[in-house]
Structure formats: structure tokens, C-alpha cells
């Protein structure tokens, strides 16, 4: 199996890029913060649990991501593989999802990290939270706080991966095309 864990801080274009290596791949794509998102339209108890966290730039809990990944992982379905977006966020979550994939006789191919300076970051975020109406674009302070727990708390997971010889660095400015075509080549001389 091929499975992609696309890494980067927020803003960093996970969510477009995932789109395009997944149809290149033939991947399944599983983005927690969609699958949050969905709850929080569906106005479900988890919904409005994770509404509150992600509105101040927190993290959900480790336990409730990693169970919703489970639940995925878990439903019967052919695939080449998988692309994790924006999940793994902690080193817990990491080495829940090496369990995970064990059980399926399977592991995390590689880390694909988006690079993006922080003053992009901003403007690209800013500029999302003008027409995405989401809650934690819509502030300079949120933003800031996302980046700050990015900082602390997901960073680390890139010694994790590095330790694995798993950690690619992908330029992560320019056309989307541009990068696109980076990912692909990156996966390809896996
Ligand atoms: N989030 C989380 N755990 C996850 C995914 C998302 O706590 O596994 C929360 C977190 O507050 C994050 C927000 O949901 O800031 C948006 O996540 P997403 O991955 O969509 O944001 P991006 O980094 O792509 O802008
Ligand atoms: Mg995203």
C-alpha cells in the first residue's frame, strides 16, 4: 500500500494538494479536519465539542481523531492506499496510526512536508477566512495561535518521521501546479 502522511502547517495547501495527489494515486484521502467540519455542520454532540476547540486554534483530542481515523481505516473498502491530511497533529496520534496500519499489514510510506514561511501563512489564511467561513480563519489571533500550536505541538512530528527516514521537505510556494508536480515526483522515486 501506499500511504502519504501530508504534513505542513496550516495554510501550507494540505487540503488542495491532497486533492491532486489522491486522484494521481488513486488514493483515498481522509482530511480530520473535513471530517470535523462535517460534524460541526451536522451539529452533532462531537460537532459541537470540536467547534468550541477549533474555533480558538486548538487540537482536538488525540483519542477523538484517532477513533475517527479507525473507523476509516476499519470500513471494508479497496484501495492502493491512503493520504492522511492533516493527521497525524501530535506524536501520540503518529504512533496510533502505526498501530493502526500494522493491524492492516501495512505502514506510513512516507511524510510529505509542505514548506511555507509564516508571513505566507498568514496572508493565504487571511485571505481563506475572506470566503471559507471558518471560524478559525477569520482572526489574525486565531491564526496565530494555530501556528503557534503547529510550533509546539506538530513540529515534532518531524523528527518523528526523520528518525524513519521518512521526512521529504516539498518547496511549498509557487503555482499549485508547480507543487503538484513536486508531490508527484517525490512519490515517484519512493
Ligand atoms: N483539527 C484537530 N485535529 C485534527 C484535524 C483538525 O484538532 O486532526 C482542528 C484544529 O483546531 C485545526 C482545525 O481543526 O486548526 C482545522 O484543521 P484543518 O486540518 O482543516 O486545517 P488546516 O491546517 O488544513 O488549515
Ligand atoms: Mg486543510
Keep these: 500500500m501506499l ?3 501530508l504534513f505542513g502547517p ?5 487540503g488542495t494538494q491532497a486533492i491532486y495527489l489522491a486522484r494521481t494515486f488513486n488514493l483515498v484521502h481522509l482530511s480530520t479536519g473535513d471530517l470535523l467540519r462535517q460534524e460541526i455542520t451536522a451539529k452533532t454532540d462531537l460537532g459541537r465539542m470540536a467547534d ?11 483519542s477523538i481523531v ?13 484501495t492502493v492506499g491512503f493520504i492522511f491530511d492533516g493527521f497525524p497533529r501530535t506524536v501520540p496520534q503518529a504512533k496510533a496510526l502505526d498501530e493502526l496500519l500494522q493491524k492492516h499489514n501495512s505502514k506510513v510510506s ?8 509564516k508571513l ?12 471559507s467561513g471558518r471560524c478559525d480563519d477569520a482572526d489574525a489571533a486565531t491564526i496565530e495561535n494555530r501556528i503557534n500550536v503547529y510550533n509546539e505541538k506538530t ?4 523528527n518523528y518521521y526523520a528518525e524513519q527516514g521518512k521526512y521529504h521537505q516539498i518547496q511549498g510556494i509557487g503555482e499549485i501546479d508547480e507543487i503538484a508536480a513536486r508531490l508527484k515526483e517525490a512519490v515517484l522515486k519512493l
Excluded at 481515523?69 to 473498502?77: D, H, Q, V
Excluded at 512516507?110 to 514561511?117: K, P, R
Design 110 to 117: 512516507v511524510m510529505l512536508c509542505l514548506e511555507v514561511d
Design 155 to 158: 513540529a515534532p512530528l518531524i
Design 52 to 62: 468550541e476547540i477549533i474555533s480558538k486554534g486548538e487540537l482536538v483530542p488525540d
Design 120 to 131: 505566507e501563512l498568514i496572508g493565504r489564511l487571511l485571505k481563506r477566512g475572506l470566503t
Design 3 to 5: 500511504n502519504l502522511v
Design 10 to 14: 496550516p495554510g501550507a495547501g494540505k
Design 66 to 78: 484517532i477513533s475517527m481515523i479507525e473507523a476509516k481505516l476499519n470500513t471494508p473498502k479497496t
